[in-house]
């Protein structure tokens, strides 16, 4: 007996513990033959086992980017929006369109990028919409008529729907203790972009034109075309799929990167032959989940673009210091109503970067309030007090002070964003977690595409209506993120649906 594990305890050693699957043998007590057990190990023990390291770190680098290339495509239409109207003579209700139309694609793309990234996986699809944006953004450019523009945007926004499996991926491949420690650091890649986007407009719009802002603005969706080879397709999704000896090769080339090395025995298949469908949301174990949810995504994004398009036209026109009573405001208004036109100055685009790099206040705060409140509390607590800020926009203010409600408030909305992903990847199992994610992606849209009419409709002739209607939202999904039936914090990664109701 001896002599037989002699060989297996070098080819270990030889792996650099590396342990293929043991063969099974049998030895002798007594007069019985007996089978030696075989050990055996998950996905999610693997990922545990090989804990977080330096892939990890170009995980998060990469897959992290995309919220850059996205950050920018979607900051182009608050920075773009005062361009087109003065280029095409629009009015208020056709730039809103634009917003809206690129938010419809978003909202129509979301769900089917999710059902195909579950089927044919995580990093295909990623490929695909990463090519698919780059193009229709750059041939944007060429638009000379606004009806090719909105279309071309549309498409933009059909390819931008897919860029979420980036963040599958990073969730599927993360050590559970670390997933409220390092997913909130992507924010910092979307800040980036954000950012990136308003100085680049504040330095190309001016003297080159919105055209080549557009263009400009394309590269980093080029350079993500070119390192996404450095990163592998979800382990667990490839097991899924029956695909082991794929997703055996991906944990070991992770391990190597970390210098660590896999469980102990052979990797359990978990291949599910019947993939999961939309109706898996709603059955009984997700179904409060997901009803929920989905109206947490819509709220969650009526807030953060409704801000982002607020803000803009606060600086553009102040209408609610315009309804106090300044006669002189108002006939400014009219007039520039009349004309369509009014770009943007340094002190307008010294603003947007201040309210924008509020979005980096929470994120030093955000890995110890998730891990200690919980995903559930953590998005109640934000989103209320979103509401409260909210409110604090009614009162005519300076420049300076109508500088601090923003930058407080966008912390706030993107930290709003940052829980419901990190919640939503991590409730649904394996087989619908791209459609989980994708179907609540598309619920976000539809208040994406009305955001712009409050914020650039209503807001310009009833603006307390508009920010009470963006508080009472962010309050009513407060409430339901605090009643959420399932918490994740510190709960495994599912692999499939579970056998017993989890509400």
Not at 248 to 277: D, V
């Amino acid at each position: 007996m001896a002599s037989r594990k002699r060989p297996l305890i070098n080819y270990i050693h030889l792996e650099e513990c590396y342990t293929p699957p043991p063969q099974t043998g049998t030895f002798t007590t007594g007069a019985r033959p007996q089978t030696a057990p075989r050990k055996t190990y998950t996905v999610e023990e693997a990922v545990e086992t090989i804990g977080f390291g330096r892939f990890h770190i170009l995980l998060l680098c990469i897959m992290g980017s995309t919220n850059v290339a996205e950050a920018m495509e979607i900051m182009l239409l608050a920075v773009i929006s005062p361009v087109i109207r003065c280029e095409w003579r629009l009015e208020e209700w056709q730039v809103a369109m634009v917003t809206t139309m690129v938010f419809l694609g978003f909202m129509a793309w979301s769900g089917v990028w999710g059902y195909l990234a579950d089927r044919y996986g995580r990093w295909k699809i990623l490929l695909l919409v990463t090519v698919w944006s780059s193009y229709f953004s750059g041939v944007t450019s060429f638009a000379h008529t606004y009806g090719w523009f909105v279309f071309l945007r549309t498409m933009v926004g059909c390819g931008v729907a897919g860029q979420s499996q980036g963040f599958i991926l990073m969730t599927e491949f993360m050590p559970s203790k670390y997933r409220g420690r390092i997913l909130p650091l992507g924010q910092i890649f979307w800040l980036i972009g954000s950012t990136i986007a308003i100085l680049l407009a504040y330095l190309i719009i001016p003297t080159l034109g919105w055209r080549w802002l557009v263009r400009i603005s394309t590269i980093p969706s080029v350079i993500l075309l070119v390192v996404f080879k450095y990163i592998p397709e979800s382990a667990r999704y490839n097991v899924s799929v029956g695909n082991t000896q794929r997703a055996i090769e991906t944990l070991n080339y992770i391990a190597k990167m970390n210098h660590s090395c896999l469980p102990q025995g052979s990797l359990i298949e978990t291949h599910m032959g019947k993939r999961g469908g939309i109706f898996d949301l709603v059955d009984v174990e997700y179904r409060r989940t997901t009803l929920q949810s989905w109206f947490i995504w819509l709220g969650t994004a009526f807030a953060y673009y409704g801000l982002v398009l607020t803000s803009s036209e606060l600086l553009e026109n102040n209408p609610v210091c315009r309804t106090m009573g300044d006669f002189k405001a108002s006939e400014v208004y009219n007039s520039l109503e009349s004309c369509h036109c009014k770009m943007f100055e340094s002190a307008d685009y010294q603003t947007m970067v201040i309210s924008t790099l509020g979005e980096f206040l929470f994120v030093p705060f955000s890995p110890f309030i998730i891990e200690t409140l919980g995903r559930c509390r953590s998005l109640a607590l934000t989103m209320g007090t979103s509401g409260i800020f909210f409110l604090f926009l009614n009162i005519c203010s300076s420049r300076a002070v109508l500088t601090t409600i923003l930058f407080i408030l966008r912390a706030l909305v993107s930290a709003n964003f940052t829980i419901i992903y990190i919640y939503t990847a991590e409730v649904y199992p394996t087989n619908i977690r791209s459609l989980g994610l994708g179907s609540c992606s598309s619920m976000a849209r539809i208040g994406a595409m009305i955001a712009p009419f409050i914020a650039q409709v209503l807001l310009g002739r009833w603006p307390v209506t508009a920010l009470c209607l963006f508080s009472v939202v962010c309050i009513i999904c407060s409430i339901l993120a605090f009643t959420l039936p399932i918490e994740t914090k510190g709960r495994a990664m599912q692999e499939i649906k579970p056998s017993t109701p989890s509400i």
